[in-house]
């Protein structure tokens, strides 16, 4: 464990910098990109540039980013090369809510070097279906676009972070 702590802090200073540059949002709603300027943004809401439907808050991975049928493919490719983690969960689900404050965690700790994200699987059952979620909470890790593991149930924080590690 020490051993993964270690490599995530070397990494961290690197992405941090990248992020500087790439504070993209990807809009819940419609699903296009917008650039937003992190200062400008903690000051006034970011407006999405197509839709003009108010933006995320967070453009730096420090609340997980709510994904929908409409944003999961631009929220996919968006993650690029690092590993886009989705919470699978629903509002009833009461193993859901004792995630919840864990992915909440795991996104605000994540500075750049994965994406956290969240997925309502009542109101978006086309990405659910497509990803065969029978149970929740599910977390999906992607990285490359790709379906890369699945943890299904409730996890300790600690298995998500070695989960996540292994494919930075
Ligand atoms: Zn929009």
Known sequence: MREVFNRLSVAESTI???NLFMAIVICPNCGAKNRVDDSRAASQKAICGKCKR???SSSAGSTPI???DVSFASTLAAAGDRPLLIDCWAPWCGPCR???PIVEELAA???GRYVVAKLNTDENPRTAGQF?????PTMLIFKNGQLVDRLVGLQS???IVQRL???M
């Open 16 to 18: 941090r910098r990248e």
């Open 54 to 56: 108010e933006l995320p």
């Open 66 to 68: 709510v994904v929908t």
């Open 98 to 100: 004792m995630l919840t």
């Open 109 to 111: 700790e994540s500075a």
């Open 132 to 136: 065969n979620i029978s149970a929740i």
């Open 157 to 159: 924080k600690v298995n």
């Open 165 to 167: 590690a292994s494919f």
